[in-house]
């Protein structure tokens, strides 16, 4: 019988959806951390999303929310404060272009 331990963790965002349609557009990536990434989609690999001009937001050192933050990124654009980000698509809770964000 297998242990839990020798399983891969289970598939989240990617594992079989369509990335080409986030390819080459600004998205926002929010992940089980305290960082969310906002930036351009430029690859996708075995094991991560690569953003470039990315702005690694964490979101304890922000006292607004992060949809607030999100929606003043839409309004204002990406302030990157990275050239390029790997993430792991394990960490991967959701993915969604930036054009995509509905104001409220």
Request: net charge negative.
């Amino acid at each position: 019988m297998d242990s839990p331990l020798d399983s891969e963790p289970e598939p989240r965002v990617g594992e079989g959806s369509d990335w080409e349609q986030f390819v080459g557009k600004i998205v926002v990536v929010d992940t089980d951390s305290r960082f969310v990434y906002l930036g351009t989609l430029d690859r996708v690999e075995d094991h991560f999303v690569v953003l470039k001009d990315v702005d690694a937001h964490d979101r304890r050192e922000s006292p607004s929310t992060k949809e607030q933050y999100i929606m003043e990124t839409k309004k204002f654009g990406v302030k990157p404060n990275r050239r390029e980000v790997n993430v792991r698509k394990h960490l991967i809770v959701s993915v969604s272009k930036l054009e995509d964000v509905v104001g409220y």
